[in-house]
């Protein structure tokens, strides 16, 4: 079965770190772009940033930049999302997405992990 | 960046209407435009790429269509089980861009 099991949310205090994973199973992971999203409460789908199959080529969003770091371990067939400086504005539902093969789309989706940001 | 504006923001419909949401592009994606569908509490799933391919599993109820900067997700009959909210996302360039989602609840 093809999934995708985020990990690593929880409470921190504003400008804080977390350490976001995302382990996949049922495809060969490294055969595949990967991406984060999120989803503050209440709110719309807001793309985080991507990897590419190798690590070689890494994209973010404005608002993560300097922040945030995505990574991956194809032989451990993880995704990673290294977040620093926290900020409020950060609290949401963070998922793991695979970008599919000629899809450019996201076909498999991980069921998100809580990130809340508070003092 | 490519700004996605989804309309209407939420619909009331019933059981078995014919339901159209849009979705423009501020610059052109060509095809590349997908549909997602998100229930309460869940992940979103991916219904429509490129356009208007079907993504596997998906009823055949569910429509897309358009080019460019305009398009259409098209329920031809809801079913109980469709009512949700619904975003696309241009996948065009990146930062790869969601609309702010359309809700479709029970009239």
């Known amino acids: 079965e093809v999934q995708l099991v985020e990990s690593g949310g929880g409470l921190v205090q504003p400008g804080g770190s977390l350490r976001l994973s995302c382990a996949v199973s049922g495809f060969t992971f490294s055969n595949y772009w990967m991406s984060w999203v999120r989803q503050a409460p209440g709110k719309g789908l807001e793309w985080v940033a991507c990897i590419k199959q190798d690590g070689s080529e890494k994209y973010y969003v404005d608002s993560v930049k300097g922040r945030f770091t995505i990574s991956r371990d194809n032989a451990k067939s993880s995704l990673y999302l290294q977040m620093n400086s926290l900020r409020a504005e950060d609290t949401a539902v963070y998922y793991c997405a695979r970008e599919g093969q000629w899809l450019d789309a996201f076909d498999i989706w991980g069921q998100g992990t809580m990130v809340t940001v508070s003092s | ?107």
């Open chain 2, 1 to 107: 960046d490519i700004q996605m504006t989804q309309s209407p923001s939420s619909l009331s419909a019933s059981v078995g209407d014919r339901v159209t949401i849009t979705c423009r592009a501020s610059q052109n994606v060509n095809r590349y435009l997908n549909w997602y569908q998100q229930k309460p509490g869940k992940a979103p799933k991916l219904l429509i790429y490129t356009a208007s391919s079907l993504q596997s599993g998906v009823p055949s109820r569910f429509s897309g269509s358009g080019s460019g900067t305009d398009f259409t997700l098209t329920i031809s009959s809801l079913q109980p089980e469709d009512f949700a909210t619904y975003y696309c996302q241009q996948s065009s360039i990146t930062p790869r861009t969601f609309g702010q989602g359309t809700t479709v609840d029970t009239k």
